[in-house]
């Protein structure tokens, strides 16, 4: 198989668990699904006077069309679709086959054949797509995204406990500057993102199913006696799903863009993460593990290392976020009661959420690929005697508005000891000594050195949030079967083959080959 982009090729099997909601497939079987509970609810509910109830076989036969929505099926309806021009519309074909069908599978006494013309009753094509894409997102978010920058804020939180003590000299505007640990900053991350994954834990996943431009104006007109919009209400939250009262013909997409710039702010903490990470290798603060990397690292210097898990979600995180940022920003929009832009645009949030997921994936393995160099954190703090210029003439503020005396200008006066001069630990004492400091201070200060003056900044690891404790706005297991209290395999009965599920034949995982697409690695 000839793919066009990187996802369906070179890193098909990270992403792989995304097609379950967010491929093609997964779509239609989607719409399938709506379909059939639309269906199943109208006629359960008697909406439509001097119909038959579907008998609990019905339904059984029924839920089983999404749920064996395999190659077969996708091929059926694809072939369908050649015809009608529609995807929507072969949706209602397809289900109408099976409904006919019935007696062969369910019996005699089956009512399906007699309520075909129940398929799509009422609905605008947008009514059952706004609920099939709410199921789908929510299905990749609950499932496979969320799980995945889980894993990261836990690499993240136990690499923060695990060297909560191990000091690291800081640089602000890349320039030497007060310690910290290496703990401190990897729980700066960790929490950085916990924030951001509680958002998008409780985001809202909108549904509407009101008619053409949003009116009943259909409903009323064929059964002017039905409460429309507490069935509607009803059905919508059935699905797990909040109802939207107000709409247009389309679902106006804000909790979308809600939900999109959200994820935006966790890749921009990831992608901070990365660029991090690699300046941090860079020098030499973290060596990294051969072994866990699976790289051989440059193609001519035998020498080399490159830190090209970190590179790579630099990179997928940016096209990750463009994708999401036109997305949110194109969404929201809209001309009068409908036009057709956002139907192309939203078929790409899957390649939106997979190039984010592939970084998560590549950020969860680089973590794990390196180790602190405490050799390398130690000698660049003992170079670096001049950070302690700080505590100094901030002991001499305090010493001074506490009563002593000769404690003016320190800010001024270790200025001069220290900017634009190499200083030693000698040149720290010997100033110490000099600034007539109370004994107590003067001792205390003298005792300090780059390496233990980090302040709380293991304590502050204890402050990281507990993001292991999401429970999110709820859980949907997948797009095949949306109906509460089922749990359907999200790809249903018919799995698809070992080709289809892993990429191109043949073709080597990622972490079995050297990145040789990637142009960085080989330098």
């Known amino acids: 198989m000839i793919t066009l982009g990187p996802l369906d090729g070179r890193y098909r099997e990270t992403v792989a668990p995304l097609t379950a909601f967010l491929s093609e497939a997964a779509l239609n079987r989607a719409r399938i699904a709506v379909e059939v509970e639309w269906l199943i609810f109208l006629s359960q509910n008697e909406v439509f006077p001097g119909a038959p109830v579907v008998s609990e076989a019905d339904v059984a036969y029924l839920r089983a069309i999404p749920q064996k929505f395999g190659e077969a099926e996708i091929a059926e309806h694809a072939a369908i679709e050649a015809e009608t021009k529609h995807d929507v519309k072969a949706v209602e074909y397809l289900i109408k086959r099976r409904m006919e069908a019935a007696p062969d599978v369910v019996g005699p006494n089956t009512a399906l054949p007699s309520l075909t013309e129940m398929v799509h009753a009422l609905c605008t094509s947008e009514d059952v797509n706004n609920l099939a894409y709410a199921l789908c997102i929510k299905g990749a978010v609950t499932d496979v995204w969320f799980p995945a920058a889980l894993k990261l804020h836990d690499a993240l939180a136990e690499l923060a406990h695990a060297h909560a003590d191990l000091a690291m000299l800081s640089r602000t505007h890349g320039q030497t500057a007060t310690p910290t640990t290496v703990g401190k900053e990897m729980a700066v991350f960790a929490h950085r993102l916990s924030r951001q994954l509680r958002r998008i834990a409780s985001a809202d996943y909108l549904g509407k199913i009101n008619g053409a431009t949003g009116t009943f104006g259909a409903h009323v007109a064929a059964l002017p006696d039905v409460d429309w919009p507490a069935l509607s209400r009803a059905f919508v939250e059935g699905l797990g799903l909040v109802w939207n009262p107000l709409t247009t013909q389309i679902e106006p997409h804000d909790w979308q863009a809600d939900l999109f710039s959200d994820v935006v702010h966790a890749n921009r903490i990831a992608h901070n993460l990365a660029t991090d990470m690699w300046t941090y290798i860079s020098l030499d603060y973290f060596h990294q593990n051969l072994a866990a990397q699976g790289t051989?690292?440059?193609?001519?210097?035998?020498?080399?290392?490159?830190?090209?898990?970190?590179?790579?979600?630099?990179?997928?995180?940016?096209?990750?976020?463009?994708?999401?940022?036109?997305?949110?920003?194109?969404?929201?929009?809209?001309?009068?009661?409908?036009?057709?832009?956002?139907?192309?645009?939203?078929?790409?949030?899957?390649?939106?959420?997979?190039?984010?997921?592939?970084?998560?994936?590549?950020?969860?393995?680089?973590?794990?690929?390196?180790?602190?160099?405490?050799?390398?954190?130690?000698?660049?703090?003992?170079?670096?005697?001049?950070?302690?210029?700080?505590?100094?003439?901030?002991?001499?503020?305090?010493?001074?508005?506490?009563?002593?005396?000769?404690?003016?200008?320190?800010?001024?006066?270790?200025?001069?000891?220290?900017?634009?001069?190499?200083?030693?630990?000698?040149?720290?004492?010997?100033?110490?000594?000099?600034?007539?400091?109370?004994?107590?201070?003067?001792?205390?200060?003298?005792?300090?050195?780059?390496?233990?003056?980090?302040?709380?900044?293991?304590?502050?690891?204890?402050?990281?949030?507990?993001?292991?404790?999401?429970?999110?706005?709820?859980?949907?297991?997948?797009?095949?079967?949306?109906?509460p209290g089922d749990a359907a395999h999200p790809d249903g009965a018919a799995q698809p083959s070992e080709e289809a599920a892993t990429g191109q034949a043949g073709h080597a995982a990622p972490a079995e080959r050297e990145e040789a697409s990637e142009p960085d690695s080989h330098l």
Do not use: C
């Open 296 to 483: 051989t690292g440059s193609s001519t210097m035998p020498h080399k290392v490159n830190p090209i898990r970190f590179e790579n979600a630099e990179a997928n995180l940016e096209v990750s976020s463009a994708l999401f940022e036109t997305l949110a920003e194109t969404l929201v929009t809209s001309r009068l009661q409908r036009d057709l832009t956002d139907s192309t645009t939203q078929r790409n949030i899957g390649v939106a959420f997979g190039h984010s997921l592939l970084a998560l994936d590549n950020l969860v393995r680089g973590l794990a690929g390196v180790d602190p160099n405490p050799q390398r954190l130690a000698e660049d703090l003992d170079a670096s005697w001049e950070v302690l210029g700080e505590p100094i003439q901030q002991a001499m503020r305090a010493a001074g508005l506490g009563g002593a005396t000769g404690m003016g200008n320190p800010y001024e006066r270790l200025k001069e000891l220290t900017r634009g001069r190499k200083v030693t630990a000698e040149d720290m004492r010997e100033a110490i000594a000099s600034l007539g400091m109370p004994d107590d201070v003067a001792a205390r200060l003298t005792a300090l050195t780059p390496a233990s003056y980090t302040g709380l900044a293991a304590r502050l690891v204890g402050f990281l949030d507990g993001a292991t404790h999401f429970s999110g706005a709820g859980h949907f297991t997948g797009a095949t079967q949306p109906h």
